[in-house]
């Protein structure tokens, strides 16, 4: 009979299901066979006129049916497809999931094409644009549009397609959210609140004033002239993110619930740590301590000593200086090891999926364990020397790996961690 | 029967056009009577609840800080400060940087003039999308991004207040609120967290913030009216305000531990999603109203009701359906103020259990007197266009 509570006498927490959608394709089998294979799917972008823009590359989830049809379609559809690749692995029926939904997704608004639209329907010069705009607004008879600027809509609808029990929780963190989705549904599971979650991270939100904004704070690469080469994180030459889409979700379930009706144990979600930076609205702390706290409450709410994880999923966005500031954090807690400890950057070849990123990253980590096979970081052919890491450059790696730490760092001080395991510990 | 993992209501942090602040509150809205604080002429058609005039420098002591934000932000933190200074936990770093927060957020407020030169220019070219890459690269100030991204509110209190424990955002209308509350209370009921700051702001002011409802038609138009006589009027019946609600919630044994007063106790959170086109919405406040097990006796029930047709309607059916309950649709003084709606409602149900009074009729046509002490109160907010939550907040 195996243990089915953790250190701390908590219900342990199980994945049973795993979806997953990035610019590499739709599903784990495109994913994995593209990313152990060192592929990228950083491409010139073509959603929108590049005219003006510093960047002009991105890794958009371009073939999709709302790939132009705006942010809200588009997230709902990158998180429905993650949804039910996930609750189909675990064996669940679709449409009757069963438990509580946590949706990771990006703030919303209106978009540009309906605000242009409304605007433009009205005539009557004598007013102000946004008068204009609340005239044709409520003399709209559909409720699509209004959709689009409710935040809680998508969530909403997810609920609707695959039957989840409740209010759903739509949240953000910032570039923490995704991982933020799976802490919110092991610690329902740890209440006792359910037997299992579906949690998701789902952004479809790569608009052309998503990347203006982010390239204003100076956050974005502007290597555009091989795309696939812009992500480079640990890199000497690394110059900001590369904004992407994507979504990942996983089914979490008590071990208990799990083997009880049969279902395939993918991995554990064996721990959650967080913590605030109060330093900056978009700088970390110069010392780390906030990243180093978020790890340490990760690896003490798992049950784990430092020297019991054997891979690191890094947050390893190719700014400058989340590279620099991760590289202090991890060097902090497993001192002279980490320089032999692989470390490797999914974000390398699928870009920052910003709200989805912690998700889709669990998903890989949890592939990873299961196949035995870490995937690289590329662009890795001028090493910043400074950032001592075995980054598993430009080539997979065969290894066996229990455990794995996945990091998630984002603006306003989010810090969040997550520890994985192959088997229960 | 009180038990150590209760969970308690040591800080209220509140704004709304009435004033800033619980005792504020308390000494307006007990006054019989009391005329709202409206503001008709600068949205009209539309009728709005203004902010009252605030001293920003009183809780954001840096001028810097205060320009990073919008005023959405600075609304949120400067309750959230207040909420804070009630508890006794602002300014102590142990119990800031242990912290835990949960803040409700929709998102903060565009660049009106760069939105409207865009638009305007929209009138004479076809090529619309590199018009917005033009202005947008040129006109936009870099760090405005920052003041409307949904969880830089919590991002502007760690900065701010140095609450540092950890950081979550939920969004969502009045559904976000709900879950922020339900969730800090299963957390220190669950032994998962000791203290926790919960809430949200809503700045009105904003012709977005107004488009988010009227995109489906849901404000009042035309004269003001109460929040339960508006279903004869033109619009769809939501009166926006601007306002903010942070409650701190402790752990009882946390609370007492270190001598701290004691509003009130939060008893049961529940919550949920009616298939509102499927016709479940009077079902599932029946089943919420079940859920919080009323206690027996007169009721005092604080109801969020938007004024939204549909679902006001079904609240106030569901309310009235028992001679018990005497509610109090806060809306008619405050206006509607979204995220923060379920936590207002929570703070003022605090507020009457805490001052052993009922608030008397706001709107005496549809209201009923309450007489005696209230030592259980019901909170409500039946979402404008979806989700729904209740909780019974008890004496101390």
Sequence with gaps: MANLNDHMGRPIVAVTGIGVVTSLGVGKTDNWAALTSGKSGIHPITRFPVDHLNTRISGMVDFLASSSKGASPLTYELAELAGLEAVAEAGLDSSDFGGPLFLASPPVELDWAERFSLYNSDKDK?????????????????????????????????????????????????CASGATAIQLGVEAIRRGECDRALSIGADGSATAEALIRFSLLSALSTHNEIPEKASKPFSRDRDGFVLAEGS??????????????????????????????DFHRTRSKPDASPAIAAVRAALADAGLGEDKIDYVNAHGTSTPENDKMEHLALSTVFGERISSMPVSSNKSMIGHTL??????????????????????????????????????????????????????????????CLVMAREPV | MSSPRDVVITGIGLVSSLGEGPDAHWQKLVQPGLQPVLEAARFAPYTVHPLPEIDWNLQIAKRGDQRQMETWQRLGTYAAGLALDDAGIKGNDELCTTMDMVVAAGGGER????????????????????????????????????????????????????????????MGEEGAGVAAVETAAARIRSGQSTHILVGGAFQTEHSDMLLGYELAGYLHRGPWKPVWQRQDSQGGGVVSGSGAAFLVLEQREHATSRGRKIYAELGPVV?????????????????????????????????????????????????????????????????????????FAVALAALAVDRKAAYPVFDAAAEKPFEGVPATVLATAIGYHQFEGMALVNAA
């Excluded at chain 2, 309607?313 to 405050?334: M, Q, Y």
């Design chain 2, 111 to 170: 660049d009106e003039a760069v939105d409207a030169a865009i638009l305007a220019a929209s009138e004479s070219r076809n090529d619309r999308d590199v018009l917005l890459n033009e202005k947008l690269t040129t006109e936009l100030r870099p760090t405005l991004f920052l003041a409307q991204l949904s969880n830089l509110l919590a991002g502007n209190i760690s900065i701010v207040h140095k609450v540092t424990g950890s950081s979550r955002t939920f």
């Design chain 2, 271 to 343: 919550s949920g999603r009616a298939r509102r086109r499927q016709g479940e919405l009077d079902a599932e406040i029946a089943t919420l109203l079940k859920q919080v097990a009323l206690p027996n006796g007169k009721l005092l029930a604080v109801s969020g009701a938007s004024g939204a047709h549909v679902a006001t309607t079904a609240e106030k059916a569901a309310l009235d359906a028992n001679p018990a309950i005497a509610t109090r649709g806060f809306s008619t003084l405050t206006g509607h103020m979204k995220e923060a709606q379920f936590p």
């Design chain 1, 126 to 174: 004598d007013h102000t644009a946004a008068e204009r705009l609340l005239r044709v607004a409520r003399s709209l008879k559909e409720l699509d549009i209004f959709e689009t600027t409710q935040f809680g809509s998508i969530a909403d609808r997810l609920a609707d397609r695959l039957g989840t029990r409740g209010l759903p929780i739509t949240l953000s963190t910032a």
């Design chain 1, 248 to 277: 990942g979700a996983l089914v979490l379930e008590s071990l208990e619930a799990a083997l009880a009706r049969g279902a395939t144990v993918l991995g554990i979600l064996g721990g959650c740590g967080e913590k605030a930076d």
């Design chain 1, 355 to 416: 709200s989805a990123a912690g998700a889709v990253e669990a998903a890989f980590s949890l592939m990873t364990m299961r196949e035995s096979v870490i995937p690289p970081t590329i662009n890795y052919d001028n090493p910043d020397p400074a950032i001592v890491l075995d980054v598993v450059p430009n080539k997979k790696r065969n290894a066996e790996v229990r455990t794995v730490l996945s990091n998630s760092f984002g603006f306003g001080g989010q810090n969040t």
